[in-house]
Each structure stands twice: as structure tokens, then as C-alpha cells.
């Protein structure tokens, strides 16, 4: 059984730190990529950041500079390190696992996380 459970979201200052972790059980996670996701009130799910299984990463516009995700293949884990928090981060992050699998495309995802910036 696949699953993916996010922690270390919470309530944070504008201009403060969290780090989402997100283990990984019942793949076998150094093939996947690997990706973090949001989604808040009344918008749809965006793209925050993802890094391949070769290590290749990429961001959304909006979190350049500020976020930074990782991986470690040893702790099947998925890290996103957030910095500078501002209000327009308030969402669920949702975690994503995404291979290729004898031919067949796996794609998983996590409960979410929720990360609210507010003074």
C-alpha cells in the first residue's frame, strides 16, 4: 500500500520559516519524482517545486528564491524548506509521487498539509 504523509505545516509570521517533510512508503522512492503542491480557498492546485529522481529541480515562479526543495533516498523523504513566508503561501501542500513504472504511469499524492501565514 502506497502511502505519502506530509508534515510541518502550521501557522507561521509573515517572514517566517517551515520545513514540510513528506515520507514516502510502499514505492520504491528513489525512481520517482517527486513534488510539492498547493492549493488554497477558492483556487485551483498549483505546482510549487519538484525534483526528479536525478536530483533536477524546478520552481514556481512565485516561491523562486524563497523555497527549496530535496530529497533523501536513504529516508524515502521529501523535503520543501520555505523561507520569507508571506500571505499569498496560506494553502494545503500536498505531496506528489509521479514514475513510470513498467510502462504505466503511478502517480500518487499525500492528505495534504496545511501552512497558513498570518500575523
Known amino acids: 500500500q502506497v502511502q505519502l504523509v506530509e508534515s510541518g505545516g502550521g501557522l507561521v509570521q509573515p517572514g517566517g520559516s517551515l520545513r514540510l517533510s513528506c515520507a514516502a512508503s510502499?514505492?520504491?522512492?528513489?525512481?520517482?519524482?517527486m513534488g510539492w503542491y498547493r492549493q488554497a480557498p477558492g483556487k485551483q492546485r498549483e505546482l510549487v517545486a519538484t525534483?526528479?529522481?536525478?536530483?533536477?529541480?524546478n520552481y514556481a515562479d512565485s516561491v523562486k528564491g524563497r523555497f527549496t526543495i530535496s530529497r533523501d533516498n536513504a529516508k524515502n523523504t521529501v523535503y520543501l524548506q520555505m523561507n520569507m513566508l508571506k500571505p499569498d503561501d496560506t494553502a494545503v501542500y500536498y505531496c506528489?509521487?509521479?514514475?513510470?513504472?513498467w510502462g504505466k504511469g503511478q502517480d500518487y499524492w499525500g492528505q495534504g498539509t496545511q501552512v497558513t501565514v498570518s500575523s
Open positions: 506528489n509521487a509521479a514514475a513510470t513504472v
Open positions: 510502499g514505492i520504491r522512492f528513489s525512481i520517482y519524482d
Open positions: 525534483i526528479t529522481s536525478s536530483q533536477s529541480t
